[in-house]
């Protein structure tokens, strides 16, 4: 029988590192996705040393957890806190991080002139994405570029379903009247 | 997906198009690595506590000897308060093996 979080995390409680590893299998890929949709595609290296710094800080503390939430919401408030501090920190070292151009690799653009174009309006789109609040620019992370679906950004960013949907309506929004006024057409 | 106003349909095509990219995942070893790191964290704190308990427990041992030498005991006597409990404690292990045998 497989057991639930609630149990495992009763013996990690007594010391047992077997039922702490199975709680790093079972969360350590939505955990890695949270910080990377926090951090950006330029500090995945970073995000694996957050993921670390979480699970780390989980195992000192899983003694004072009292199960009042899920296991899960506490380990994703963790990791939001810890990257978003990591962010501000890393901002503050270089403050012109790029997004890496955004990730359009797939379908480049037919002619020079429609590639630079392109390029352009990608650094407008990172720009305007980079001054978005975090977690409009978490929620749409994981929802273009890591593939979860509003239900998963829901739960990782720890607010129901509804709100996690007007993050990203509201997100599109901004963006979109940033473009227009940059001179960028969305179509 | 969520419902989009008719406006939205062109971002959202471009934020699709501009983030398309494979998703990373974490190396291979990570698991490990944090469990090393895990377990050296943990003999880490126990060696931490044991550095306090003998560094108190030497402290006690001066401030103790101090105070009585202050109260006019001499050396011997200060020795044998001192060194009384600790055999007592040592030797605690020893006679409960002996009665064990017995």
Redesign the interface.
Known sequence: MVETDSQLVARAQSGD?QA??EL??RH??QV??LA?SILG?EF?PE??DV??EV??KV??AIASFRGEAEFSSWIYRITFNQAVNLKARVRFRSPHADETV??????PEPGPDRRAEAAQ??QA?ADCMGTLPEVYQSA??LY????CD?GEVAELLGVPENTA?SY??RA??I??GM?KQKGY??? | ????EP??A????????????P?????SD??E???R???Q?SAGLDRYGRMVLTGYGLASIVVSGVVMRAQGLGWGTIAVTILGPLALVAAAPWVRRLGQMQ
């Not at chain 1, 955004?102 to 379908?107: H, I, M």
């Not at chain 1, 273009?144 to 593939?147: I, Q, S």
């Open positions: 590192q702490f590893a790093v299998r350590k890929a890695f996705r990377v595609r995945i995000a694996e993921t670390q699970f780390l195992h000192n955004l990730y359009d690799t797939a379908t309006r990608n789109l749409l992370r273009y570029w890591l593939g509003v949907k990203l309506h599109r929004q963006l979109h473009l057409s969305c179509d | 997906m969520t419902e989009m406006y939205e062109g971002i959202d095509r471009l934020l699709r198009r501009s983030m398309d990219a998703a990373p995942t974490l190396s990570f698991e690595r944090l469990m790191k895990v377990g964290e």
